[in-house]
């Protein structure tokens, strides 16, 4: 075999052996947090992949309105939503494959740029990777928006290594082109602008050209992305979280600055279903896991920093304290990040963190790390911190994404064991966030699912028709079950017709105002194939009811994909006044497809003279049509 086949031959073993590394560290990461339990999104992925349906430009849109500018983000969402056409399981693959990925750059990062020893190197990416703060994997929005992130961020920390080794005009703008893309990402890397200009003056005594560049380039990033902001999209510049306002408290700032240090070195404070278990909260022997962990931790910071001065010569004492002074900087800069808004999401720590990783595997390739004592302290740091992982990945059921998803995935599931046409989902209970879960309609929308109700636990139902169904919410398991399901029946066959409304159409005045073929709200047509009462919002009819009729047989659809969808009220007009038997939103139909025949059954009360029918729209002036098929008495 000549020389070439051979080198051949290595490559192909080295590709195979890579790519079965990656498959078995993604299904570990598949397992480990356990995604495929899920099948629909709820909260925030709704509003973000409903937009990104629209592609890139759709999911821009969505950012901007909600005052982000995130354009690399939106370009990896089209992708994803191209591939996967929204499907759940294929976008949860894509987010734990991006966090595979990061896993790598992460372990590249320590072994071979910062040289720290193997199996340590293994041990700090295995706590990475299953850490705690990896757990925005349960929301799709922010597996893709995070781990984006996190992948530009690990490379930004490689390409640093190769700046401080040799600085370089190259790569002084790659890493100045890394940060554009990461502002871009994730508005929360804004901060890293602090440690890059420190690391352009350590670099000025090596290569002028490269510091300045690299220092020219990330303030151009800054001012560039406030002048977007600014002049052109005319969006606050800094936002916080649910788009609230940043506002400096120092006591709150300070007070999540001691916090997520806490978090860093090993004591996990913080509410539950944010952190998974307060410290305060855990069994005694976590609680001295933890303890041990942030001692040993703060006792290898002040070794670390103790030995980097005593280091000789001269030079090489100088570059132990430039590095640490950069990774301390961005640690410094991305706790203070996460502390500035009402709210620490413990995601926000995880760069943090793995710059904290970072920092104890430089310290083990360091002359002064190479004591034994120094490399069991890491060892065992990384010992105490599995343990700990694994204990908290047994509480992932606490964390308020994985909440919300079981929620939403119950009651899809649920829905899925119905049966008829049903057009609303009464739901009785007190289901938690239910507003932002099902993002008030969206959820119905996105799954082309009934309109969502939430009333009281134990609420009396008094309208059941077969339009309708009725569930209980239980907290304790966040569970669904059906309390009625099944539409009431006709007593005798009924055929469905509208005379009534040929009569009140009829006492229309034709005017120029409606574009109508009779230039009236109110007209026949035939839609495909089924002949129809139109009624044009807004509209009101009122017909008589016929002598001893007790039911009311209604049938209707929307008809055009236009407006926001239309409301239609159905009310029986009595000596004592109207009584309420239908009050609906009718969604618009999507791309002027068939119609969805709703259909209705209704006791009329005693004594009821007539009926009135109103169609309208409460938040939208379109004209919305309404097809009537059935509108009859029995």
Not at 146 to 174: D, H, K, M, N, Y
Not at 180 to 204: H, K, N, Q, R, S
Request: hydrophobic fraction near 50%.
């Amino acid at each position: 075999m000549n020389t070439f086949s051979k080198k051949v031959a290595a490559n192909a073993d080295k590709c195979l052996f890579s790519l079965v590394i990656t498959l078995v560290v993604y299904l570990a990461i598949s397992a480990w947090f356990d995604l495929s339990q899920f099948n629909v999104f709820a909260g925030d992925d709704l509003r973000s992949f409903e937009a990104a349906q629209k592609g890139a430009f759709g999911y821009n849109q969505m950012t901007i309105s909600v005052y982000k500018f995130r354009p690399v983000t939106a370009l990896l969402f089209g992708i994803v939503t191209r591939v996967t056409h929204c499907d759940f399981h294929g976008v949860a693959s894509s987010g734990l494959m991006l966090h595979t990925t990061n896993g790598f750059l992460f372990f590249y990062l320590l072994y071979r740029r910062i040289r720290a020893p193997l199996f340590v190197s293994l041990g700090m990416t295995a706590v990475a990777v299953f850490n705690r703060f990896a757990t925005y994997l349960f929301m799709q929005d922010a597996a893709l928006t995070i781990g984006l992130g996190v992948a530009v961020f690990l490379l930004i920390l490689i390409v640093s290594t190769f700046l401080l080794e040799q600085p370089t005009i190259g790569r002084a703008l790659g890493l100045a082109a890394l940060y554009a893309v990461i502002i871009y990402t994730y508005e929360a890397y804004l901060v890293l602008a602090l440690p890059l200009l420190l690391l352009g003056i350590f670099t000025f005594r090596s290569n002028r050209k490269a510091a300045t560049i690299l220092s020219a380039g990330v303030i151009f990033a800054v001012l560039s992305n406030f002048g977007i902001k600014s002049f052109v999209l005319h969006t606050p510049i800094l936002i916080g979280t649910e788009t609230r306002p940043i506002r400096f408290d120092p006591t709150q700032i300070c007070s999540f600055l001691w916090s997520g240090a806490l978090n860093l070195i090993g004591v996990n404070r913080g509410p539950a279903h944010l952190s998974l278990e307060d410290f305060p909260d855990s069994p005694v022997w976590v609680k001295v896991i933890s303890i041990a962990a942030a001692g040993l931790s703060c006792a290898l910071v002040f070794a670390v920093i103790a030995g980097a001065a005593s280091l000789k010569p001269r030079e090489l004492k100088r570059d132990a304290l430039v590095r640490f002074a950069f990774y301390g900087s961005v640690i410094a800069a991305l706790l203070l990040s996460a502390s500035i808004t009402f709210r620490q999401v413990y995601y926000w720590l995880y760069p943090a963190y793995l710059t904290f990783l970072v920092f104890l595997g430089f310290a083990m390739r360091a002359r002064m790390a190479r004591a034994w004592v120094f490399q069991l302290a890491v060892t065992s740091l990384l010992l105490l911190s599995i343990v700990r992982e694994i204990y908290l990945s047994r509480r992932h059921s606490r964390y308020f994404a994985f909440q919300v998803d079981q929620i939403a995935n119950n009651l899809f599931a649920t829905l899925h064991h119905t049966t008829g046409n049903a057009d609303v989902v009464v739901i009785r209970g007190d289901v938690p966030a239910k507003d932002w879960t099902f993002l008030n309609g969206a959820f119905s929308r996105f799954y082309h699912l009934p309109t969502l109700e939430f009333v009281s636990a134990g609420s009396p139902i008094d309208q059941t028709d077969q339009s309708r169904v009725v569930l209980d919410y239980t907290n304790n398991d966040r569970s669904f079950k059906i309390v009625q399901a099944q539409p009431v029946a006709a007593s005798t066959p009924h055929r469905m017709n509208f005379e009534v409304l040929q009569q009140s159409a009829a006492t229309f005045v034709p005017n120029d105002r409606w574009s109508t073929p009779t230039g009236t709200p109110e007209f026949p047509m035939s839609r495909n194939g089924v002949d129809c009462m139109i009624e044009v919002s807004p509209v009101e009819v009122i017909v008589p009811v016929p002598h001893s009729a007790t039911v009311l047989h209604v049938c209707f659809s929307h008809v055009y994909a236009m407006g926001d969808g239309a409301d239609i009220e159905i009310a029986a007009l009595t000596p004592s006044g109207p009584a309420l038997l239908l009050s609906r939103n009718v969604p618009p139909l999507t791309d002027n497809e068939f119609p969805v025949w709703r259909k209705y059954e209704f006791a009329l009360p005693s004594q009821t003279q007539q009926v009135k029918l109103r169609v309208f729209s409460k938040t939208n002036p379109v004209a919305d049509w309404i097809a009537v098929r059935d509108f009859s008495f029995d």
